[in-house]
């Protein structure tokens, strides 16, 4: 059953601000949490991952954030640019190699 | 850059008619997915495929719905009878082991069932 879901469908950010996009989970036993970005006409792209054994990780301008203790993921990005317009979806990979996708965050980047 | 390309882009039929949507996976990859978004909703799994046969499918993956690989390029979807419900964008993804979990998606099939 469902068990991913993000907090907001929609996120307005200035250009050059921090956007903060968040999920929250239900599935203890997922191994992997990702992000992935999905612009308008396109299939979904990987941004970043975290283990369920890590709280942090950080790629290029983003950053995961995963609170175990209250099952909430986040994604920190830094210095919003305007290709950084996109659905952003949070989604779990549990042991039977599958990818469980929540709703979706859109993200409108204002110049 | 090695990319899932996807064909036809679109496609349109009437119901009760089957369809064949097709996916050449990244060429090294040895695990194929096939996933569904009903438009303005979030992307729902269908299906994984590897050595020849399905791992693992959801609910929605009813006796519709078939997987093939047919050659050593070409995963396809099809879907016998459709049905209004399965207009959607369809996407194809493949990773290259198990367990990893940047898995590549294609651009989409968007199926329009009239």
């Known amino acids: 059953g469902e068990s991913v879901g993000l907090h907001l469908p929609t996120l307005s950010v200035q250009e050059g601000d921090n956007s903060i996009i968040n999920c929250a989970y239900s599935?203890?036993?997922?191994?992997?949490f990702i992000w992935y970005k999905q612009e308008s006409g396109k299939g979904p792209q990987f941004i970043i991952d975290?283990?369920?054994?890590?709280d942090k990780r950080q790629g290029q301008r983003v950053t995961v954030l995963l609170n175990k203790t209250v099952k909430h993921l986040s994604l920190q990005i830094a210095a919003t640019q305007p290709g950084d317009s996109a659905v952003y979806f949070c989604a779990e990979f549990s042991n039977d190699y599958k990818l469980s996708f929540g709703a979706g965050t859109t993200v409108t980047v204002r110049a | 850059e090695p990319e899932v390309t996807q064909t036809p882009s679109h496609q349109v039929t009437q119901m009760g008619q089957e369809v064949i949507l097709r996916c050449v996976p990244i060429?090294?990859?040895?695990?194929f997915y096939w996933y569904r978004q009903i438009l303005g909703q979030k992307v729902e799994f269908l299906v994984s495929f590897y050595n020849n046969e399905i791992s693992e499918k959801s609910e929605i993956f009813d006796d519709q719905f078939s997987v093939e690989r047919p050659d050593g390029s070409n995963f396809t979807l099809k879907i016998r009878s459709t049905k209004l419900e399965d207009s959607a964008m369809y996407f194809c993804?493949?990773?290259?082991?198990?367990?990893?979990?940047?898995?590549?998606f294609g651009q989409g099939t968007r199926l329009t069932v009239v």
């Open positions: 599935n203890s036993a997922s191994d992997y």
């Open positions: 975290i283990r369920s054994n890590m």
């Open positions: 993804a493949s990773t290259l082991v198990t367990g990893a979990t940047e898995a590549f």
């Open positions: 060429s090294n990859h040895l695990y």
